[in-house]
T-cell receptor, first 115, second 109 residues
Framework: GAVVSQHPSWVICKSGTSVKIECRSL??????MFWYRQFPKQSLMLMAT?????????EQGVEKDKFLINHASLTLSTLTVTSAHPEDSSFYIC???????????FGQGTRLTVV | GQNIDQPTEMTATEGAIVQINCTYQ??????LFWYQQHAGEAPTFLSY??LDGLEEKGRFSSFLSRSKGYSYLLLKELQMKDSASYLC??????????WGAGTKLIIKP
């Protein structure tokens, strides 16, 4: 099956620093990538959708200058949390979809803790 | 607005059967997914229904009724490893996934 690799699995950073999370599709071309965050005991919240080579589309309430998304190739998308604060601590998950396929495959997730 | 409802938590006994319901109201419908998510991990795909009826896959089955905006996930012969959250998600008219809040399933010996 299709594999999406997300890195790092967990990261601890100091408040005010930036953190980059990578999401790679290993055996398919990820035409569309989705970035989610998930707080404990809550469902996935879509942050943004990105199509290769285009600017990401952010959901309402998500600050695009704070959560920078780059999808420069068909196999890699990155999410950079800039000037991270403790309230940004969360579980971030990417998923990728190829072309017109309906199923999206998930990365392993990144547990971000900002101290 | 778009809405997906599923119970917050359910408890069942090892070896038994449990049914997790999901009702939805979305702008358009292009299929319904069920995902399993263990604590601290990303969701994993369980099933996809786009036509009415029952889809069986091993111990897991998923049912869909589009006219009722209703689906359920049926888990048979429950095992302790089935303890997880089960997420219902609908693909809307824009092919975006709308997620339910998930049902935490607790399996007791």
């Amino acid at each position: 099956g299709a594999v999406v690799s997300q890195h790092p699995s967990w990261v601890i950073c100091k408040s005010g620093t930036s953190v980059k999370i990578e999401c790679r599709s290993l055996d398919f071309q990820a035409t569309t990538m989705f970035w989610y965050r998930q707080f404990p005991k809550q469902s996935l919240m879509l942050m943004a959708t990105s199509n290769e080579g285009s600017k990401a589309t952010y959901e309402q309430g998500v600050e695009k200058d704070k959560f920078l998304i780059n999808h420069a190739s068909l196999t890699l998308s990155t999410l950079t949390v800039t000037s991270a604060h403790p309230e940004d601590s969360s579980f971030y998950i990417c998923s990728a979809r190829e072309g017109g396929d309906l199923e999206a495959f998930f990365g392993q997730g990144t547990r971000l803790t900002v101290v | 607005g778009q809405n997906i409802d599923q119970p917050t938590e359910m408890t069942a006994t090892e070896g038994a059967i449990v049914q997790i319901n999901c009702t939805y109201q979305t702008s358009g419908f292009n299929g319904l997914f069920w995902y399993q998510q263990h604590a601290g991990e990303a969701p994993t795909f369980l099933s996809y229904n786009v036509l009415d009826g029952l889809e069986e896959k091993g111990r897991f089955s998923s049912f869909l009724s589009r006219s009722k905006g209703y689906s359920y996930l049926l888990l048979k012969e429950l095992q302790m490893k089935d303890s997880a959250s089960y997420l219902c998600a609908v693909l809307d008219s824009n092919y975006q996934l709308i997620w339910g809040a998930g049902t935490k399933l607790i399996i007791k010996p």
